[in-house]
């Protein structure tokens, strides 16, 4: 049985940027670790040589003429922003205040 | 025009357009069940009855009334932006966002001159297999309204079942077009990964997702497969080749003949000591419609994949693991929603509270698998081992290809269960897409062709192809359709639809 215990959940939902409540820290470390009992069985095939597949289809980096093309209305991008303010994007403050 | 026009494929309705039938009459038709019966089914999440008259009677009065796909109606899975028509992926995070531009998908159906009925109900970000994790309203499956109507592609399934829209696009990173069409006695088609744009597609898992077509037929599937299909400059996984010819094979494969095909039957997908979790009812019909095949002259062999015992395994790591990446966007900033934006709170803080907020339990579980598989330490373990098995899941499918022309299983392990059975039960849920895993990890085409019914609802048939080799999909489905048809000796579920 694979466990993530209830700190560890806590740890992951910060890294993710989610602010978890104490019912779902409870209700998550418990589904999660039979999701992680169930997934682990990928540890059960044999894969020495075999290289790892991150996309199905055979993939080459794609190049365009650069090209001058119009982009979306600033206005109506902004129109679906939760806050605009002089053309731009309005966002809650990044740093602390000097002290 | 037969007022019966909500049972009819959208190939008759392609008929009845060229023979002098209105857009604004089959769309009034459409919209007129909608508001009779939407409330209690929950397959919508948007729909404007006035911008879909206007726009019938702008295709009515057009030089383009009576060709192609002009005026006939058509949903969208809520997952393909639209622009100015509110878009939401199933998810309270971005309630009542009107995106400023179409995706691919639905420029294209625009320019074809469909009529957008509207956008359809779905699990939030296609996370799940019943459209139980929509952050919006319940969609119940139209054969009976206690049971799901699979996920996460739910509300176009309802809605092309119960006779709401003629057929409508779905999204398959995992089986969400497959199953719900499995479900509900639909046709829905996965094609190769890269055949049609993800321009325009909120993203979930972007290795695997694709949309495709759901419909009453193989040979409607067919038609907006086509209409959808095709090289974009815009998506850079885009697959730089023509449109294959997907109605012309379906138009050929009813007619029956089989002979000279090769199909092979999976062992590790509800065969011998393989069938735990599958119900007898689907393996019987799956069984039957497989000895159909062989007297349409096709040549039926066991094949063993192997590594599809660890599909499910393999995908709920890195499903999960690129979800986590591709929803860090939604972080309050540019749009959607923002919780707690007091004045005080710091940029960090804001972004937890309106995730917090914003997402629904299953997304907030998978971002957390996928943050945890991605980490330093569980890296290798997790999300490494998980893309050497797909590379394991690919060989077998290239061996399998090697001797025979397709490869079929039943599309679900179980018919469409009860609401609310497996809601807690993260790991029961993903079981319901045993069967569909394998195609999407190896970016190959598979369609899901309804074979029979077991206790009263649908069994779906899947039938997977090689990469680009779509048309083959189409053309087995329909030979099986056209036999499984004329034995019933009725149009099957679209008479059930007219009845109703």
Known sequence: MSTLSRDEVAHLAHLARLAVTDEELDLFAGQLAAVLDAVAQVGKASVEDVPPTTHAVPMTNVMREDVIRPSLPRDVVLAGAPAAEDGRFRVPRILQEEA | ?500
């Open chain 2, 1 to 500: 025009m037969s007022t019966d026009v909500t049972s009819m494929t959208a190939t008759e309705i392609q008929a009845a357009l060229a023979d002098g039938g209105t857009s604004v009459e089959v769309t009034r038709a459409y919209l007129d069940r909608i508001a009779a019966t939407d409330g209690e089914l929950g397959a919508y999440l948007h729909v404007d009855p006035e911008a879909a008259l206007a726009r019938a009677a702008e295709i009515d009065a057009g030089s383009t009334r009576g060709t192609g796909l002009a005026g006939i109606p058509v949903a969208l899975k809520d997952v393909v932006v639209t622009e100015g028509v509110p878009t939401t992926s199933g998810s309270k995070i971005l309630e009542g966002w009107k995106p400023p531009y179409d995706a691919t998908v639905a420029a294209r159906l625009k320019a074809a001159g469909t009529v957008l009925l509207g956008k359809t109900n779905m699990d939030e970000f296609a996370m799940g297999s019943s459209t139980e994790n929509s952050a919006y309203r319940i969609t119940h499956n139209p054969w009976n309204p206690e049971r799901i109507p699979g996920g996460s592609s739910g509300g176009s399934s309802a809605a092309v079942a119960g006779g709401l829209a003629p057929w409508a696009i779905g999204t398959d990173t995992g089986g969400s077009i497959r199953q719900p069409a499995a479900v509900t006695g639909l046709v829905g088609h996965k094609p190769t990964y890269g055949s049609v744009s993800r321009y325009g597609l909120i993203a979930f898992s972007s290795s695997l997702d694709q949309a495709g077509p759901m419909a009453r037929t193989v040979l409607d599937a067919a038609l907006l497969h086509e209409a959808i299909g095709g090289h974009d400059p815009l998506d850079s996984t885009s697959i730089d080749a023509p449109v294959p010819v997907l109605a012309e094979s379906a138009r050929r494969g009813a007619q029956g003949d089989l002979s000279g095909l090769t199909v092979g039957v999976v062992r590790e997908l509800g065969g011998e000591g393989h069938r735990d979790g599958y119900e007898d009812g689907v393996i019987d019909s799956f069984g039957a419609a497989v000895a159909r095949l062989e007297k349409l002259g096709a040549e039926i062999r066991e094949v063993s994949c192997p590594a599809f015992d660890l599909a499910l395994a393999a995908y709920y790591l890195i499903a999960p693991s690129e979800a986590s990446s591709n929803l860090a966007r939604f972080d309050g900033v540019r749009y959607g929603l923002r919780v707690g934006d007091d004045g005080a709170r710091e940029l960090d803080e804001v972004m937890a509270l309106t995730r917090e907020q914003g997402f629904g339990p299953e997304v907030k579980r998978r971002i957390i698998l996928g943050t945890y598989a991605l980490s330093s330490g569980y890296y290798e373990a997790y999300y490494g081992q998980a893309q050497k098995v797909r590379t394991l899941i690919s060989r077998d499918f290239s061996a399998a290809f090697a001797d025979v022309d397709v490869l079929v299983s039943p599309t679900t392990p179980t018919v469409a269960f009860p609401l609310g059975a497996r809601v807690d039960n993260p790991v029961a849920m993903y079981a319901a897409d045993l069967c569909t895993l394998p195609a999407s990890l190896a970016g190959v085409p598979a369609i899901s062709v309804p074979c029979g019914l077991s206790e009263g609802l649908p069994v779906g048939f899947q039938i997977m192809a090689p990469a680009l080799a779509d048309d083959r999909c189409y053309q087995v489905a329909a030979a099986l359709e056209a036999a499984l048809t004329a034995d019933r000796g009725d149009r099957g579920f679209l008479d059930q639809l007219a009845a109703r």
